[in-house]
């Protein structure tokens, strides 16, 4: 029972170089999100998709693109990383208006 | 804007203890959901408890309850008989809307042997 799936665990980067993080569910949910987590400030909010093909700024956005052509998968893509955005990333999915989230391991990231 | 604060970053407990964790909020929906997420140092998110705001009986989940007040926009999470496992970062939630989550900054518990 995969739940949610992320891809890469870690990563290193260097300065200006681009990558995607994959998010995976097996779980037919419509609702997707991608946050981030940095010491002392919890989850923050990147972006998120309602459904197949929607998607929408969170409270983070700068830096970050995503996409949800299939509706089991969120791609979240850093075109041209930076040191601020070493950090932890999470992805997360639900089924409906009052479910509670189901979250991926996270990824680390990393950028030097 | 809604927010959440949780104004505890560290707590300690000892081994078959009880801890409170607290957590306030600030919105003017009047219908929402509340929850407590665990973070074990594996990292992986996992749901505690979850309150509707529209129901006045505090969730209770074996060990894990809440302590609700819709007015004081008060969320608290006692934790009773405390174990080792229950080591973890938690954050509290809160849902309204259709799509949005906001969590706190988050409370470190160690339990103690």
């Known amino acids: 029972n995969a739940g949610v799936t992320q891809t890469p665990k870690f990563r290193v980067l260097k300065t200006g170089q681009s990558m995607t993080l994959l998010c995976a569910q097996d779980?037919?949910?419509?609702?997707m999100y991608w946050y981030r987590q940095d010491p002392g400030m919890g989850l923050r909010l990147i972006h998120y998709?309602?459904?197949?093909?929607?998607?929408a700024k969170g409270e983070v956005p700068d830096g970050y693109n995503v996409s949800r052509l299939k509706k089991q998968n969120f791609l979240l893509g850093l075109e041209s990383a930076a040191p601020s955005q070493t950090s932890v990333y999470f992805c997360?999915?639900?089924?409906?208006?009052?479910?509670?989230?189901?979250f991926g391991e996270g990824s680390r990231l990393t950028v030097l | 804007a809604q927010t959440v604060t949780q104004s505890q970053p560290e707590m300690s407990v000892q081994e078959a203890e009880t801890v409170t964790l607290s957590c306030t909020y600030d919105t003017s929906e009047s219908n929402y959901y509340l929850f407590w997420y665990k973070q074990p140092p594996s990292r992986q998110m996992i749901l505690v408890i979850r309150?509707?705001?529209?129901?006045?009986q505090n969730a209770t989940e074996n060990r894990f309850s809440v302590n609700f007040q819709k007015a004081a926009k008060s969320f608290s999470l006692k934790i009773s008989d405390s174990q080792l496992g229950d080591t973890a970062m938690y954050f509290c939630a809160f849902m309204a809307g259709t799509y949005k989550y906001i969590f706190g900054t988050g409370t470190r518990l160690k339990v103690l042997a």
């Open positions: 309150q509707e705001a529209y129901k006045q």
């Open positions: 998709s309602v459904g197949e093909g929607t998607t």
């Open positions: 997360a999915s639900r089924a409906g208006a009052a479910g509670e989230l189901f």
């Open positions: 779980m037919n949910h419509e609702y």
